[in-house]
């Protein structure tokens, strides 16, 4: 399972995958990514951008995808993912079973950090 940790607010997600989803602040494209939990820590499974610019441009194997270009990343399992929220862009959105809901419903609006990690 995974939890996002904002300070003492731990929000389980009651989800072994879901997709992180942003706007990139200088380019305003959708951004989204696929994670799932594993005894390994957190895997990301593909990325998705629907277009490019300001350090975006998808790798030499990304493959156009229903007007996004996609692949699968060359990370390592991460222990943990940190996010930040600046407040100039939109927030980040969490999709699980293809149901998307803002940051601030799984943690405070204000919270940041907000640290995305495997469950205990």
């Known amino acids: 399972m995974i939890c996002l940790v904002a300070g003492k607010v731990v929000a389980p997600l009651m989800a072994g995958a879901m997709t ?9 494209i959708a951004w989204e990514e696929d994670w799932r939990a594993t005894p ?15 350090g975006m441009e998808p790798p030499p194997d990304a493959r156009l995808v229903n007007g996004a270009w996609a692949w699968k990343p060359k ?13 100039a862009t939109a927030d ?7 149901q998307c809901r803002p940051m601030e419903a799984y943690v405070p ?10 469950c205990p």
Do not use: N, Y
């Open 20 to 28: 992180l989803a942003w706007t990139h602040s200088v380019e305003k």
């Open 40 to 54: 390994a820590g957190l895997e990301l499974v593909e990325a998705r951008v629907k277009g490019s610019g300001a």
């Open 75 to 87: 990370l390592p399992p991460q222990a943990e993912v940190v996010m930040r929220r600046s407040g």
């Open 92 to 98: 980040w959105r969490i999709c699980i079973e293809g």
């Open 109 to 118: 609006p204000q919270a940041d950090p907000i640290v995305m990690r495997t």
